[in-house]
Structures are given as structure tokens and as C-alpha cells.
Antibody
């Protein structure tokens, strides 16, 4: 079955760029939307943005100036870059697949904790 | 952005109880409302999409209802594995937003 796995550094310094990759296995990355969601420790969920396999994107306006999501279909991967990070960006970052019916998130990675600290 | 609220913020219940969680949107969202369950230390899991459609593999004790601005998630008979936090999410606007969550714990 289709599985998603996040990967990337668990510690990022303030003002630097957070970079994560989500690898899709067991199925095709094509013809789907893919998304990133984050959850600060002990808090709720925040949608970051999504990308289609063509590369078209949509971002949360609250993060838009700092976020880039990209896709590499040849590697079955999509990636998140968040620049100028602060401690407020410390969170578990999840990648997920978007189910086009009602734009729900039907498949999730396990998540990866990224801590912003010097 | 469309704001989502949930009530209660937390509740205590016993095995076998019927549990109802409410989600309200700041403007009408038709039936573009999804529900997720998050167990401690795990990723969220999609339970209900389109306000009332059960995701494949989700037990039938879970049900959803509502349209417009007011929605409900019901667990007909609470099981041990249902103790978790539940989130609603609107997808009417493509700036997706989640509710703050409702934590269900053991009485």
C-alpha cells in the first residue's frame, strides 16, 4: 500500500532554512495533490500548503512569504522549504496525500519533529 | 480565512458511552467538512469526509452530520482505542483550516 515518509534535519538554527522531503512509496505520485501540515508540541494542526504533480502550488497566506513546496516525480518525492525560521516554527511536520473528494487528507506520514534552536 | 471552533475542548467518557463532538465554521462551508482522529504520538487519521461519508476502514460506530456552519461527530459506543483527540477541518476554502481539537479521555 501507499506509504509516506518524511525526512530531513531534526534541528535547525534560527534564521536558517528548514528543508524536508516526503517520499511516496508503494504507489504513484502522479495525478494527486500532496500537502504539508505541521503541529507545534501540544498544539493543534496548521495547514502549510499543497502541490500537484504538475508543480502548481497553493500556500497558507500566513506562511506564504517563507514557504516553497516542490515536487520531483522522477523520485516520487515532494519537498518543503521554510526560510527565516524562528522558535515558533518548532513542530512536528507531516506530509499527506490530498483526497480530491472534499479535499480531505487521507494518507499521512508518521511526522518528523523539527526543533528550531541555536 | 474561515475559522473553525469545536466544543467541548475536552470530555471524559466511559467505554460504551455515546459521544458527540461539535464543530462550527465562521461562515457557511456547505458540507466541506472533514474529521480526523489523532492518537497520542501518532499522525492524524481521516475518519469522515464531506461531513458524513465514512472513510474506508473506519468503524461504523463513527458518524458525521451537518451542513452549512454546524457539524457533529458521533461515536455510537466508545471503545478503548477511541480515546484520542478529534479535529475538524474545512475544505470549502482552499486555505484549509482545522478546529482546535477535542480531547476524549477516560472517565
Amino acid at each position: 500500500q501507499v506509504q509516506l515518509q518524511e525526512s530531513g534535519p531534526g534541528l535547525v538554527k534560527p534564521s536558517e532554512t528548514l528543508s524536508l522531503t516526503c517520499t511516496v512509496s508503494g504507489g504513484s505520485i502522479s495525478s494527486f495533490f500532496w500537502t504539508w501540515i505541521r503541529q507545534p508540541p501540544g498544539k493543534g494542526l496548521e495547514w502549510i500548503g499543497y502541490i500537484y504533480d504538475s508543480g502548481s502550488t497553493n500556500y497558507n497566506p500566513s506562511l506564504k512569504s517563507r514557504v516553497t513546496i516542490s515536487v520531483d516525480t522522477s523520485k516520487s518525492q515532494f519537498s518543503l522549504k521554510l526560510n527565516s525560521v524562528t522558535a515558533a516554527d518548532t513542530a512536528v511536520y507531516y506530509c499527506a496525500r490530498v483526497k480530491l473528494i472534499y479535499w480531505s487528507f487521507d494518507l499521512w506520514g508518521r511526522g518528523t519533529l523539527v526543533t528550531v534552536s541555536s | 480565512d474561515i475559522q473553525m471552533t469545536q466544543s467541548p475542548a475536552s470530555l471524559s467518557a466511559s467505554i460504551g458511552d455515546r459521544v458527540t463532538i461539535t464543530c462550527r465554521a465562521s461562515q457557511t462551508i456547505s458540507n466541506y467538512l472533514n474529521w480526523y482522529q489523532q492518537q497520542p504520538g501518532k499522525a492524524p487519521k481521516l475518519l469522515i469526509y464531506g461531513a458524513s461519508s465514512l472513510q474506508n476502514g473506519v468503524p461504523s460506530r463513527f458518524s458525521g452530520s451537518g451542513s452549512g456552519t454546524d457539524f457533529t461527530l458521533t461515536i455510537a459506543s466508545l471503545q478503548p482505542e477511541d480515546f484520542a483527540t478529534y479535529y475538524c477541518q474545512q475544505s470549502y476554502s482552499t486555505i484549509f483550516t482545522f478546529g482546535p481539537g477535542t480531547k476524549v479521555d477516560i472517565k
